[in-house]
């Protein structure tokens, strides 16, 4: 079986590698910058299957509200996405935004609205300009092709706060391919960062296998990627199957290329974080079960005092320790080694080898816990505490 | 009944204004700077009843193991203090130098090393330098004295990165008195700052009614103080009573002085949080119940997007509705009020007053969230996150 981590996406590809997709991205006048801001997506078939996950956040905004309802069938004809605006606490009015934004694109496709996926980005609170999304469908419906271009304008539609557009896509030895696109900065960080993908594929997969492979791909990317914590009311993740190349891969097959493709867009996305100067990689081994060391890893990379730690380059494992023993879970202090890269600075609970044995000059930093309890492993992908975090953060919307 | 709100403490008073109590800090050599880092609070009876709370942080320091230990007899005789080092993560012979402290103190006071609480803060991994601590109890306890003068030096003996020293003291009409002092700047957060404090009283309290007055004034003072997150591996908060006063107060005028009292170091803790330069009130009303409120209260206070629009005086109340609903409460988006500094800038979940009438310029902020679901309440204290705090918390160990 192929292992996802032995294999790399090609990231000047994307939504449109698998066949039977066609994508464009357009300014249609969203952004008052002029920047690109309406991207779709349509799945020319000949299947239509789709899986998604959704916010886990209480406060949904209302395109996730509606992508939720319409994914009950598993069948999804198109995604529009816009940017410039997240549609969030934007109460019954903003649902409709969110209806007619659907039923406008069901209409250019000639098919019916429950086939379309919405998604929305952007500041939370105010209404969209919609005299500018519904001609904007046209422009955008007039405009989708296949190929390298088009992918990379959906990608680059549903910019906000990214520096560059986020995709990547990869094709079996088989023939059949997975590709996408996200933008985001981690759940909801930093900023106004809702994560929004879209993933496509021509594998013939069933809706039950597809909703299946794709949590198992999140749950190893996506969701272990936390930058502050924070969590969107807009964050979707939307999978399409078009059946296209006819091929049924083996599920576990599809499970490795699908997170492969997955985890390059993570990664993107972690290292486009806004502010970010150092890449860090979280992980606990020795945790009592899964779920324990992925609470663990998740603790340490959102304490404040970790990641200003690491953004002086500061292998300080009491801080780290601090962190682990506030997490929650089950753990023996004199059982526990911190190592950074590399260096096992705290040993059984102690220190342990000389702190300035570990070189954190670099912008990649791995921190390895080890709590000696159990088989428990897990990997979470964050980012330091920096200066421009704080200036970012701070200066949005004022 | 008298409400601990309407009780101003003296802060130029503190831990030696009730009667039967001593006290002095000195600079005895821990820190390489010379700047003052042993205290001895000793308590001269005739009563020893003491009450304690302590971190819930998996990972204990060895003083907080020793104190624990000894507190289950709920008598101190006195209590020290080092600044300078932690001594956590030390192992057991950490604990053996908490417990030789105990032993030298026990000895200069003629008493059990069983009566003599220990607390540290400082850098985690280090052993202490019990040669200059030993000889240092005889100095200490040598200066040891009543007044002002005696009580703010022992307030400045536990400083660490604090700015100034905390204390306050108040005396009841009928003439008996709780005083007080701590160090740090929040649960542990930011830098290294552990949270110690001793309290004091000249009441006649029964041991059990020490402990529950103490939970009832910390759950409503230093355990709504969230300035990070962090949970200290050292955090220890010791109540001692003489009884010197021969009077034994009301149940409920007792908690309400020592509450106040304990609001005051709370306040003076906020106010000198690391690199803070707003001060924040979070609180959440019609919740299903207090803890839920807390809870939200907490989520609020701890989430970085929030903590940086409010340091760039943004009334980003999107991003608050965020922090509510990723809280893990009972909600419905629809019911939610946001108020910031008195302007209702969200109402029943959608936009509300203009958020440009929200006036955040000054140092103060109040953050005003109703849910509409219950009666439940709870008010956190906190700060913004400033490059300041990323400044000071990057820059430190190393």
């Given at each position: 079986?192929?292992?996802?981590?032995?294999?790399?996406?090609?990231?000047?590809?994307?939504?449109?590698?698998?066949?039977?997709?066609?994508?464009?991205?357009?300014?249609?006048?969203?952004?008052?910058?002029?920047?690109?801001?309406?991207?779709?997506?349509?799945?020319?078939?000949?299947?239509?299957?789709?899986?998604?996950?959704?916010?886990?956040?209480?406060?949904?905004?209302?395109?996730?509200?509606?992508?939720?309802?319409?994914?009950?069938?598993?069948?999804?004809?198109?995604?529009?996405?816009?940017?410039?605006?997240?549609?969030?606490?934007?109460?019954?009015?903003?649902?409709?935004?969110?209806?007619?934004?659907?039923?406008?694109?069901?209409?250019?496709?000639?098919?019916?609205?429950?086939?379309?996926?919405?998604?929305?980005?952007?500041?939370?609170?105010?209404?969209?300009?919609?005299?500018?999304?519904?001609?904007?469908?046209?422009?955008?419906?007039?405009?989708?092709?296949?190929?390298?271009?088009?992918?990379?304008?959906?990608?680059?539609?549903?910019?906000?706060?990214?520096?560059?557009?986020?995709?990547?896509?990869?094709?079996?030895?088989?023939?059949?391919?997975?590709?996408?696109?996200?933008?985001?900065?981690?759940?909801?960080?930093?900023?106004?960062?809702?994560?929004?993908?879209?993933?496509?594929?021509?594998?013939?997969?069933?809706?039950?296998?597809?909703?299946?492979?794709?949590?198992?791909?999140?749950?190893?990317?996506?969701?272990?990627?936390?930058?502050?914590?924070?969590?969107?009311?807009?964050?979707?993740?939307?999978?399409?199957?078009?059946?296209?190349?006819?091929?049924?891969?083996?599920?576990?097959?599809?499970?490795?290329?699908?997170?492969?493709?997955?985890?390059?867009?993570?990664?993107?996305?972690?290292?486009?974080?806004?502010g970010a100067t150092k890449y860090?990689?979280?992980?606990?081994?020795?945790?009592?079960?899964?779920?324990?060391?992925?609470?663990?890893?998740?603790?340490?990379?959102?304490?404040?005092?970790?990641?200003?730690?690491l953004f002086?380059?500061?292998?300080?494992?009491?801080?780290?320790?601090?962190?682990?023993?506030?997490?929650?879970?089950?753990?023996?202090?004199?059982?526990?080694?911190?190592?950074?890269?590399?260096?096992?600075?705290?040993?059984?609970?102690?220190?342990?080898?000389?702190?300035?044995?570990?070189?954190?000059?670099?912008t990649?930093?791995?921190?390895?816990?080890?709590?000696?309890?159990?088989?428990?492993?897990?990997?979470?992908?964050?980012t330091d505490?920096s200066h421009d975090y704080?200036?970012?953060?701070?200066?949005?919307?004022?």
């Open positions: 079986m192929t292992s996802s981590e032995d294999l790399v996406p090609d990231i000047s590809a994307g939504v449109t590698t698998p066949a039977g997709f066609r994508a464009a991205g357009l300014a249609v006048g969203v952004k008052a910058s002029g920047n690109p801001d309406l991207t779709l997506v349509v799945n020319d078939g000949p299947a239509e299957v789709a899986a998604g996950v959704f916010t886990t956040n209480q406060v949904k905004a209302a395109p996730v509200l509606w992508s939720q309802e319409v994914l009950k069938q598993r069948r999804l004809r198109a995604v529009v996405l816009n940017s410039g605006g997240a549609n969030a606490c934007t109460g019954p009015e903003g649902f409709q935004d969110s209806h007619a934004t659907a039923e406008k694109v069901a209409a250019v496709l000639g098919v019916g609205a429950v086939e379309i996926g919405v998604c929305s980005t952007g500041l939370i609170g105010e209404r969209l300009p919609m005299d500018k999304i519904i001609p904007g469908v046209d422009a955008v419906h007039a405009a989708l092709a296949r190929g390298a271009e088009a992918s990379l304008a959906a990608a680059t539609g549903v910019m906000t706060t990214d520096s560059k557009p986020k995709q990547a896509a990869l094709t079996h030895a088989d023939g059949w391919s997975v590709g996408g696109f996200a933008k985001g900065a981690g759940m909801c960080a930093p900023n106004m960062a809702t994560m929004l993908s879209v993933m496509t594929t021509d594998a013939v997969v069933d809706a039950d296998s597809l909703d299946k492979a794709l949590r198992a791909a999140v749950d190893v990317t996506f969701n272990s990627l936390d930058v502050d914590g924070g969590t969107s009311t807009n964050d979707t993740l939307l999978l399409l199957s078009s059946g296209a190349s006819g091929l049924s891969p083996d599920p576990a097959e599809f499970v490795a290329v699908l997170t492969a493709v997955a985890r390059s867009l993570t990664r993107q996305l972690q290292r486009d974080a806004e860090v990689e979280v992980t606990v081994v020795g945790a009592i079960d899964d779920e324990q060391a992925k609470q663990t890893a998740r603790v340490v990379a959102e304490d404040n005092l970790v990641k200003t730690a002086g380059s500061d292998p300080n494992w009491g801080r780290i320790a601090m962190a682990v023993g506030r997490s929650g879970i089950t753990m023996d202090q004199s059982r526990m080694d911190i190592a950074v890269n590399g260096v096992t600075v705290c040993r059984n609970g102690m220190r342990g080898d000389d702190r300035s044995l570990a070189d954190l000059s670099g990649d930093i791995d921190v390895h816990i080890s709590l000696g309890m159990g088989a428990g492993r897990s990997t979470v992908y964050t505490l704080v200036e970012e953060n701070s200066a949005y919307s004022s």
